[in-house]
Every structure is written in structure tokens, then in C-alpha cells.
């Protein structure tokens, strides 16, 4: 009887990681809106964090059912990325940098993961709870990648591109 109740219990465990699994990998739906599209909350959002901003374009997006906003703008001549909620809340801010701007122990970090490697673009990641991330994309032995690392140099993302 014991073995029977263990055994529900991992079936049990094995639907819920199968329903996350599905999930994780469910594809972005994004759609570019027309700025009169554009829910007032965002925008308000977008210039109360980046009173600046122009050049804009917004997708429409949505992980995990969640509806958000992806904005991409200008200021003092670098491209911006920033996602917002319907209600205007900041999400999560990217910046283009050059590849010198990152941090050297991320440099060093990145090149120890490929034999042959070349930094195409970066980008710093901001948080609202003030974490900091870099998102660089490679060409490593001879394929794209898509990485993120933490300031810590602490490698968190590492994808096909």
C-alpha cells in the first residue's frame, strides 16, 4: 500500500514537471501595434522611467499568458528595450552597449565557454529589484548564441540564436 501512494505520488510529481516543461517552451505570440494602440498606462510607464524616449515601436506580447508590452526606443542616440504591463509597471530595461562596456569578468566568463568565439552585440538588462544582467549574442565554435550572465559573471542563459 505504501509503494502504491509512493508511486501516485511521483505520477503525481511527473504531471506538474510536464505542465511546467510545456509551458517553459511555449512560443512568445508578438504583434507590432500602432502607438495609438497602446494602452495610456504604458506609455505613461515608458515616460515616467525614460522621460526622453523617442523613435518608438511597440510589440505586443505574450509569455506565459500574460499580456506584455515590449517598447523600443531611443535616447541620446542607443537603442533601448523595456517591457511593461498593461498597468504601465517596468518589467525589465535593455540597453545596447558596446562589447568594452561589459565587465571584464564577464568578458573572461564568456570566452572560457567556447575554443573559437566572437562577440557580436551586448546588451546590460535592468531589473526593477535592481539586478543587473548581460545579454550577448556569439558566434561560438562556429554557431550563434544567445547569452545572459548576471554581474556576478554567473552564466544564467545559454540558447541557439
Do not use: C
Not at 511527473?14 to 498606462?41: C, D, H, N, R, S
Not at 537603442?79 to 540597453?95: I, K, T
Not at 552585440?121 to 562556429?142: M, N, S, W
Amino acid at each position: 500500500m505504501e509503494r502504491v501512494r509512493g508511486l501516485k505520488k511521483i505520477v503525481g510529481l511527473w504531471k506538474y514537471f510536464l505542465i511546467i516543461a510545456v509551458v517553459w517552451v511555449t512560443p512568445v505570440q508578438a504583434k507590432t501595434i500602432a502607438l495609438a494602440e497602446i494602452p495610456a498606462a504604458v506609455l505613461t510607464g515608458l515616460k515616467k522611467h525614460h522621460h526622453d524616449a523617442g523613435a518608438i515601436t511597440v510589440d505586443k506580447e505574450t509569455h506565459f499568458g500574460l499580456t506584455l508590452y515590449e517598447v523600443k526606443f531611443v535616447t541620446h542616440g542607443k537603442q533601448h528595450q523595456a517591457l511593461f504591463d498593461q498597468q504601465g509597471r517596468s518589467f525589465a530595461h535593455e540597453e545596447a552597449i558596446n562589447i568594452q562596456q561589459l565587465p571584464p569578468s564577464v568578458q573572461s566568463a564568456v570566452k572560457k565557454l567556447f575554443n573559437q568565439l566572437t562577440l557580436k552585440d551586448a546588451e546590460v538588462i535592468h531589473h526593477p529589484d535592481g539586478r543587473i544582467e548581460y545579454e550577448i549574442d556569439v558566434l561560438g565554435d562556429g554557431l550563434d548564441w544567445e547569452l545572459v550572465l548576471d554581474n556576478q559573471a554567473k552564466l544564467l542563459s545559454k540558447e541557439r540564436d
